[in-house]
């Protein structure tokens, strides 16, 4: 079975711009989360969305938006990139209701900001 | 204070021994707690969840102390392919969170 698939693997973007990451779920997952992981560090989360609605929400500024679309695929957005947005982007999916404790990850985005 | 404080590391330890791991956390609303294990530049991969009567897994056994808040990882008999940064997770499921501790690196050298 295919894992949880991220796209694309890495981006070069410059202070001021946008950017799109994608995300699709092990099929049969409805639960998509976003992380940021800068170096160093354990990932952060950012936001949850279970059945196409915002389930939580981390500590991130508004200039981070994500969605979640009918084949439970998602998108996170970032506007406005800063320097300090360049990082490694998760996405983990989590099995239906009732087992949504556990995550699996994704292999993640690495987006470096210039 | 992080919400999620691990051992700083690094921990360089050779084949064969023991080595455990703790973890702290501040938030008593936490009902779910997992070690996940990261390889250099790869994503995080689930080892175990842990719960509060512990749980072995092979060469791995996890507890859970809520009243104290704290979590452990024992690892025994350690093989080199053991050699990776281990994450502490707590979940808050209904706020739909996960937090991760900053991550404690092993090394098991020959």
């Known amino acids: 079975d295919a894992g949880v698939t991220q796209s694309p693997t890495h981006l070069i973007k410059t202070r001021g711009q946008h950017v799109t990451l994608r995300c699709s779920p092990i099929?049969?997952?409805?639960?998509v989360s976003w992380y940021q992981q800068v170096l160093g560090q354990g990932p952060q989360f950012i936001f949850q969305?279970?059945?196409?609605?915002?389930?939580g929400r981390g500590n991130f500024p508004d200039r981070f938006s994500a969605r979640q679309f009918p084949n439970y695929s998602s998108e996170l957005n970032v506007n406005a990139l800063l320097l300090g947005d360049s990082a490694l982007y998760l996405c983990?999916?989590?099995?239906?209701?009732?087992?949504?404790?556990?995550?699996?990850f994704g292999p993640g985005t690495r987006l470096l900001v210039l | 204070r992080k919400e999620v404080e691990q051992d700083p590391g690094p921990f360089n330890v050779p084949e064969g021994a023991t080595v455990a791991f703790n973890c702290t956390y501040s938030?008593?609303?936490?009902?779910?707690f997992f070690w996940y294990r990261q390889d250099c530049r790869k994503e995080p991969k689930l080892l175990m969840s842990?719960?509060?009567s512990g749980n072995e897994d092979g060469r791995f056994t996890a507890q859970l102390n809520r009243a104290s808040q704290y979590i452990s990882l024992l690892i025994r008999d350690s093989k080199l392919s053991d050699s990776a940064t281990y994450l502490c997770?707590?979940?808050?499921?209904?706020?739909?969170?996960?937090?991760f501790g900053d991550g404690t690196t092993l090394t098991v050298k020959p």
């Open positions: 983990a999916s989590s099995p239906p209701r009732g087992r949504e404790e556990t995550q699996y």
């Open positions: 099929s049969g997952h409805k639960s």
């Open positions: 969305y279970y059945e196409k609605e915002e389930r």
């Open positions: 938030n008593s609303a936490s009902q779910s």
């Open positions: 842990v719960y509060s």
């Open positions: 997770v707590v979940r808050n499921t209904n706020a739909g969170k996960s937090t």
